[in-house]
């Protein structure tokens, strides 16, 4: 089973970067919406290289706790050789849960960037003071084909 892979160093421009890293995230997803998981996916960049990607693996594993950003933290962490992603940021499809955003307080990341909202079990819907005070927020990017892919997945189940 290959989870961790760090390859690919895109060129990219500040202004479009956030999109761009954005849909590396969504193809991660895409890849577990086709192993019949939830479709969420995740990528950590540093410096402008994706050090860790992680896609939802939760039946795969049997294991509650593979989110796709708990997958890529591990990595992300594996490949700095320390604990902490200062100066990363986290792109993730979906808003993360508590447990996610809880797991990144102690990463203390510096920025997250998500895709669409999840009003349900996101973690501002439950406990906003969750996220460490130095971690930056931006929300909204790519919203629609980060929430369509979670939507179809779901309508497929019925
Ligand atoms: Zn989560």
Known sequence: MKVYNFESDLNLTPENSDEQYMREALKLAEQAFRENEVPIGAIIVANGKIIGKGY?????????????????????ANFLGGKYLKDCTLYVTIEPCVMCAGASYWTQISRIVYGAKDEKRGYSAIHDKIIHPKTEIKSGVLEEDCANLVKSFFRNKR
């Open 56 to 76: 939802n693996l939760t039946e795969r594993l049997n294991d509650v706790t593979a989110h796709a950003e708990m997958q890529a933290f591990t990595a992300a």
